[in-house]
């Protein structure tokens, strides 16, 4: 760039004050664009020309829209000249004098890096350096024009820069404006950073930028985010949206003609993204934290920064409602912080992204997984088999796989729930039903997300959102890259496969089907079924998986409270606690994996029977809970004696629905059967475990060397072959092998699975429980089954007594168990069937005395009184020994009879 004529300069009419500001921009070898101070706006700038010298000028592109103009080259050392000063001065405080004005307004002077004018001079550095000529003709004589000629002298006669030899070629550019095939020049580079100078900045999230050592000049976006732009007219002039100004300056300042580091991330339709990477920061992520830029999603994925770090800045911005977010108000701004992020049980899935929570206040929560949308129907397979009864579940692909996904995952799990947005309630519209307000939450468990779970199976997809629309999952960006990982992999609804079909046949009041079906039921003894719907407290509707059909299952044996209903005669009021029921049936079975009995049928069609649910028949359940009485039909069942149990236990306290029960005179007692005579068979056992509840596990004396002889197979079958470590997936009531403590393999099953590395497993052979790794797991052969020998651990508990419910007096009872019988051979008596196992008496293997007889007599525990006439006998020795007791004022007792008092205080119960 020359400078100006002599003839166009005016002398200056006295001697030029001194000014200072910023260097924005180095336009060539020899003229700055100066920042000043900012008063109130966007700070002053002025371009100052260096006074008498001159230095090459740099290269033009072509006007575009003009096809006779050309690119005009670097003329020698021109580029270096503007890298000298752009290296010394970008950023830096300057001092300058302006010497001459042109008519113009272009003004040239003196420049000093620093505060004053004792600071290095530029042109002359320049000068000294062989990047600039000094011009001499027409130019009064004077000490400065002196210096510069001095120091252009010495930089000739050292042969630097321009005065070196050649033609300076070597120093020309090659600078490529276009880029033929921007999508494979971007993935030819491998989101490696490439060195580069910012060489104009558009806005403040698009800039020009120069790659080096190349020279391609790019125009670059940054990934993930937009700054507000300014929008251009029909007039040809520029309309900055709000904070445009302030958010290009923020970039300027801290990125023009800086050097940085950019990684070129993507290409989409000929528009390049990276991220500029300077020492000082990420500008993205400061543009974002200062408000200056929104995220984008379409750009989000590709930010190789980790699009967490960018929703994170956005979302720190919003809270301080700072620039393009002083009006933001958040979607759940209107929810105490208890309500926006809890703990909740699972109760219901209602579909592939809905579920029904329990609250610990006991409120029960319908709650949607945030930005995901469930499998569904599109265009004409709607209209298909209309006639057809259509039911979602299972006639909606993926629909059921989805469902059947969140249940085995969440039902009777506590899980973390933080609300992200509250949709608001819709209206019907023109084709469209109506929708109620939802609470739309992440809902996390184990630290794993339900949602991105359920996405990555390809069983849901992710909801685009227009970009001004915040009401949206926390972690939208996991969900976005887990649908990306599904259509990839071609998961779930994202597969070419066909989809899978579910032939459900639906029994449910369909006589004629039942009846065909109920031999084959009643023959197969314990059937696996999922509880799909709780009608009421004893009727429900089972899926059964190995016949894959739906049917209504009423309990056998209790007759439950009636809910409402409709009636011919009119709609018929509830019972007393038929809601209870129904709430208790639910919390302990809905959607959960139970075991049933089917024993008959019903004239509409309805199977009757039991039902089991880890151990819990739910007939008893619901007996011993005060909410069911024992209908006259379970007297034909196993089970008769622990439901009358239960049920006298009950009315004894008037729970419930026995509050208002009177007890009839003993002389309308009708006794329905005659007692028969007590058995006493005692047989050798082998106790191995002692629970804290008192219940106990003991082996049979005569099948204890085949255990043996099958562990010593075992174990040397799996020292010959040991198994691969972490190669067994462990699922719930499967069986397999686990180390224990001490280093060997035992039988086990598998009970419960948090994690991998939290697997509870019971040991099926000495009834001790452990909660291991998965990697202690291994699978069970066949040919060390349960079928090849049962499981060896039986349970038993205490007959005739009562544990107390202090913990103290509990835990004096179980040690002393232990210290007696625990590792030791005794000999075991049944006495009478109990909820959860037999009620037996045991008896020390050496002086045959009764172990449960000896707590009554150290006052370590308190009778259980039985009514059976043949137990009497029993009973009678027990109560003489628990009046002993009281008389010693032996442990429990000595403070006397506490139950006289039914005193709660003291943490028994009768």
């Known amino acids: 760039m020359a400078s100006v004529s002599a003839a166009a300069q005016t002398a200056p009419a006295q001697s030029p004050p001194l000014q200072r500001g910023i260097v924005k921009m180095v336009l060539s070898g020899c003229a700055i664009i100066v920042r000043g101070q900012p008063r109130g706006g966007p700070p002053p700038e002025r371009q100052i020309n260096l006074s008498n010298i001159r230095a090459g000028a740099l290269a033009r592109r072509a006007a575009q829209g003009q096809p006779d103009t050309k690119d005009t080259p670097d003329e020698p050392w021109a580029f270096q000249a503007r890298e000298f000063l752009r290296k010394k001065l970008i950023g830096k405080e300057v001092c300058f004098t302006v010497e001459n004005k042109t008519s113009l307004g272009r003004e040239y002077g003196m420049v000093y890096l620093g505060k004053d004018s004792t600071g290095e001079n ?482 509409a069609g309805n199977f009757i029977g039991w039902l089991h649910i880890e151990g819990v028949n739910l007939s008893v359940a619901l007996v011993e809970n005060a909410l069911s009485k024992v209908h006259f039909t379970a007297e034909r069942s196993a089970y008769y004696k622990t439901l009358i149990s239960a049920e006298e236990a009950c009315r004894q306290r008037k729970e419930k629905i026995w509050a208002n029960y009177e007890e009839k005179p003993d002389e309308e007692v009708v006794h329905l059967s005659e007692e028969k005579e007590r058995v006493a068979n005692y047989r050798p056992v082998y106790v191995t475990e002692i629970a804290d509840t008192l219940h106990f596990y003991a082996q049979d004396v005569e099948t204890g060397s085949q255990l043996e002889s099958l562990m010593e197979t075992m174990r040397a079958e799996i020292a010959a072959q040991p198994p691969v470590e972490g190669s067994y997936s462990a699922r719930r009531g499967d069986y397999c092998l686990a180390k224990f403590a001490d280093g060997e393999w035992y039988r086990a099953r598998v009970e419960k699975v948090e994690s991998p590395a939290k697997v509870h497993v019971f040991y099926i052979d000495y009834g001790n429980r452990e909660v291991v790794s998965s990697t202690r797991l291994a699978a069970m052969p066949p040919s060390f089954s349960t079928r090849t020998l049962p499981a060896q651990a039986t349970e038993y508990t205490f007959a005739f007594i009562q544990v107390p419910q202090d913990e103290d007096a509990r835990a004096d009872v179980v040690d002393c168990v232990v210290r007696d019988i625990q590792n030791s051979q005794c000999l075991l008596n049944i006495e009478y069937s109990g909820a959860t196992c037999p009620h037996v008496t045991i008896q020390f293997g050496d002086t045959k005395d009764d172990v449960g007889l000896g707590l009554v007599k150290e006052g370590l525990v308190m009778v259980d009184v039985r009514k059976e006439k043949h137990l009497q006998k029993m009973v009678t020795e027990y109560l003489n020994s628990q009046e002993s007791a009281k008389s010693a004022r032996l442990n429990i007792w000595r403070y006397g009879d506490f139950r006289a008092d039914d005193a709660d205080e003291f943490g028994y119960s009768r």
């Not at 991330?265 to 200062?290: D, R, V």
Request: glycine letters at 6%; a positive charge; aromatic letters at 6%.
């Open 122 to 603: 530029i042109a002359e550095s320049l000068v000294s350096e062989g990047l600039a000529t000094v011009r001499r003709e027409g130019v009064k004589a004077n000490p400065e024009q002196a210096r510069l000629s001095d120091l252009e002298d010495q930089a000739k006669a050292s042969k630097k820069g321009l005065w070196s030899e050649g033609a300076g070629t070597h120093t020309i550019r090659d600078i490529k404006y276009t880029i033929e095939n921007p999508r494979n020049f971007v993935d030819s580079l491998h989101q490696k950073p490439v060195n580069a100078i910012i060489e104009h900045v558009r806005d403040g999230s698009v800039v020009r930028a120069l790659l080096l050592p190349d020279y391609y000049l790019v125009t670059v976006m940054l990934s993930g985010i937009k700054c507000p732009t300014f929008k251009r007219e029909a007039d040809g002039t520029e309309t900055p949206e709000p904070f445009a100004a302030e958010a290009k300056f923020f970039t300027e300042s801290r990125l023009l003609q800086r050097d940085v580091q950019i990684i070129l991330e993507s290409c989409p339709n000929q528009i390049i993204l990276g991220t500029i990477l300077h020492p000082n920061g990420n500008i993205t992520e400061l543009l974002l934290k200062e408000g200056f830029a929104r995220c984008v999603d379409w750009s989000m994925a590709v930010y190789t920064q980790g699009a967490e770090k960018l929703r994170a800045a956005e979302r720190s911005a919003k809270e301080r409602k700072v620039r393009i977010w002083r009006d933001y108000v958040a979607p759940t701004a209107n929810l105490d912080q208890k309500d926006r992020q809890f703990v909740a049980k699972v109760m219901q899935v209602v579909n592939a992204d809905a579920m029904v929570v329990k609250l610990n206040s006991g409120e029960c929560k319908t709650i949607h997984l945030s930005s995901i949308r469930p499998p569904r129907i599109e265009g004409e397979e709607k209209n298909k088999d209309k006639d057809k009864r259509f039911r979602p579940l299972y006639d909606i692909p993926y629909m059921f796989e989805a469902r059947e996904f969140l249940r085995k995952k969440l039902i009777g799990k506590k899980v973390n729930v933080t609300v992200d947005y509250i949709r608001a309630a819709t209206g019907p519209g023109e084709g469209t039903p109506a929708f109620p307000e939802r609470t739309c939450a992440t809902v996390t468990i184990g630290g794993i997300n339900i949602a991105e779970a359920l996405v990555s199976k390809g069983l849901a997809t992710v909801i685009r959102y227009r970009q001004d629309d915040d009401q949206r999952s926390s972690h939208y960006d996991e969900l976005l890259a887990a649908e990306a990982r599904a259509i990839k992999n071609g998961k779930g609804l994202h597969s070419k496969k066909e989809v899978p079909i579910h032939r459900v046949a639906d029994i449910s009041g369909e006589t004629q089907k039942a009846k065909q079906f109920l031999p084959f039921l009643q023959r197969a003894g314990r059937s696996e079924a999922v509880v799909e719907y709780v009608f009421s407290g004893s009727r429900l509707k089972l899926y059964m998986p190995k016949e894959t059909c739906l049917i209504t299952f009423l309990l056998a044996g209790i007759e439950c409270p009636r809910s409402s209903r409709n009636m011919p005669g009119g709609m018929q009021v509830a019972e007393p606690f038929s809601d209870e029921a129904m709430l208790f049936t639910k919390e302990l079975v809905l959607q959960r994996e139970v075991e049933v009995e089917v024993e008959s049928m019903d004239k």
